[in-house]
């Protein structure tokens, strides 16, 4: 046994001489920040083939490219302008923009750039979308990735040690835990200082391509004005308020503050902002949900593709998901509707069955009865559960159409709302509906449309001119936070969103 151990013991110490070895052959200047990095463990060879290896599964996730030359043109132009200017101007930049409507941006090693059509619709100026851009630049640049990894691999080397000696000398299992929880933050995402450090180095770009530094500051707080939209349509905390020490990511508040500086210290004379080019670009560009993804229009969700539809009540907000569609009533009242797994559906030979065994298996449903739904067979059963927001009227319904399609809604309801509710919520049950080819090719999407004002337009009639149902005013003037829409002069450009 003490063999054995001791061999364990040297072991213990070699692997430690090694990851210790390797950290010090692993660190160098980086060129982009100056600052001693650590990135033995990935090289830019590497890098670049991660890049080219996950660039295929991005496109995927975010719903592919967004298939509109122009706005993808526009894009890579700033990109490779920006990338010019860099630390790695001879690096195979990629830009592209996914066609998905969330805020997003993000690059992987190797130069592969990403922005989502939603983030450029919310942008007002080329200098704003061109901080983005060189934000992402920045990571790249930085080699944030190749950091990120090496530190992972170190730490896990740091548990396998701690595998060994633990099995021979006891340590405590909650070290293990710890160290496995670092690891963890490690891999999800950019540190605080990455993200600040890729915000500097953006500034950097665009003032040596003449752009205005202040479209950094001005951005950020459109991101920070849309989350705290997106909290009051979903009827949640801001992503600022739930801000806890396990965030990869800075306060917005904390990033807007650091742009303004690094803005004010950044000389350009004549600033670019190239509002006017920008509009020009986005004019038309797909506002929220693409067909192929299910769009909203006002209280009525439609999928073109699978072509059927369904309302819900007045009052309720439709928040279209990846998974699934979430309808939420700002008197806690919920509908979730999704779609049975093709396996689960083609295997359920009984549609009563399905609901109370399979689906609603945990929840005891009582009530249980068939009804039709515009020709459809469907059955519906209920129960009272607690959950997290209290107690809830919790009701399922199923409706089958095809031998492989299900389609579910659950109506979960205020014990104390559920009679004022109810009428509502059979109405969207029985609003569920299949579509004719010409009704699914008439679901067009929502776009963004820029327009010239004429002279004595008013606030009220932009928002009346919008198509966004709900929060029209919000909207409004979140998509032109740059300028004063309470007075606008003739011939100022206007964002509005519309069919």
């Known amino acids: 046994m003490m063999f054995w151990a001791s061999r364990i013991k040297n072991s213990f110490f070699g692997a430690v001489f090694l990851a210790f070895s390797l950290g010090l052959s692993g660190c160098a200047v980086n060129p982009a ?15 670049r083939q991660v890049g080219a290896e996950e660039h295929p599964k991005i496109l995927k996730k975010f719903g592919g490219a967004y298939d509109d030359p122009k706005v993808s043109g526009y894009v890579a132009e700033i990109g490779f302008r920006l990338a010019k200017v860099s630390e790695m101007p001879d ?4 830009f592209t923009v996914l066609n998905d409507h969330q805020i997003n941006a993000f690059a992987l090693p190797g130069g592969y750039i990403y922005v989502t059509r939603g983030l450029v619709a919310l942008a007002e100026s080329e200098a704003e979308l061109a901080s983005v851009i060189g934000h992402e630049i920045g990571h790249v640049t930085a080699r944030h990735t190749a950091e990120r990894y090496s530190k992972a691999v170190v730490t896990n080397i740091g548990l396998q040690i701690v595998g060994i000696i633990g099995s021979v000398y006891g340590v405590p299992s909650e070290a293990g835990g710890l160290l496995s929880t670092g690891a963890t933050a490690i891999l999800q995402g950019y540190s605080r200082e990455q993200e600040l450090e890729a915000d500097m180095l953006g500034i950097r770009y665009l003032t040596r391509v003449g752009y205005d530094p202040q479209g950094m500051a001005s951005f950020f707080r459109k991101l920070k004005e849309h989350d705290e939209l997106q ?13 806890n020490l396990a965030s990869s990511h800075p306060r917005t508040s904390q990033r807007i503050e650091q742009a303004i500086q690094l803005a004010n210290a950044a000389h350009v004379a004549n600033p670019i902002d190239n509002r006017n080019r920008f509009l020009d670009a986005i004019d038309g560009i797909i506002f929220g949900d693409d067909p192929a993804q299910g769009i909203i229009r006002g209280q009525t969700f439609i999928y073109p593709d699978l072509r059927f539809e369904f309302s819900v009540p007045d009052g309720y907000v439709i928040i279209n998901t990846p998974s699934r569609v979430l309808a939420r009533h700002e008197n ?12 689960q559906a083609r295997q359920a030979n009984r549609l009563d069955d399905y609901l109370t065994n399979i689906w609603g298996a945990k929840l005891n449903l009582g009530d249980v ?10 059955w519906t059963g209920s129960t009272t559960q607690n959950t997290k927001e209290g107690k809830r009227i919790v009701r399922l319904v199923v409706i089958r159409d095809a031998w492989d399609e299900i389609f579910r809604f659950a109506f979960l309801t205020p014990v104390d709302q559920a009679k004022a509710m109810s009428e509502g919520l059979r109405r969207t049950t029985y609003s569920l509906k299949r579509l004719s080819e010409a009704e699914a090719a008439d679901a067009k999407p929502l776009r963004i449309r820029v327009i010239e004002t004429s002279g004595g337009v008013s606030e009220s009639d932009l928002v009346a001119s919008m198509d966004v149902g709900g929060y ?17 002069p003739a011939g100022t450009r206007v964002k509005i969103v519309q069919d």
């Open 91 to 94: 690096l195979a930049f990629r």
């Open 332 to 343: 806690g009242s919920a509908i979730i509707f999704d779609m049975a797994p093709g396996k």
């Open 33 to 47: 920040t100056g600052e001693q990095s650590f990135t033995g463990f990935m090289s830019p060879e590497r890098e």
């Open 369 to 378: 009865e068939e009804i039709n739904v515009n020709g459809l067979e469907g």
């Open 231 to 243: 909290a009051r349509i979903q009827d949640r905390a801001t992503n600022e308020e739930n801000f």
């Open 472 to 488: 029209a005013m919000a909207w409004l003037k979140l998509l032109n936070s740059d300028i004063d829409i309470n007075a606008l």
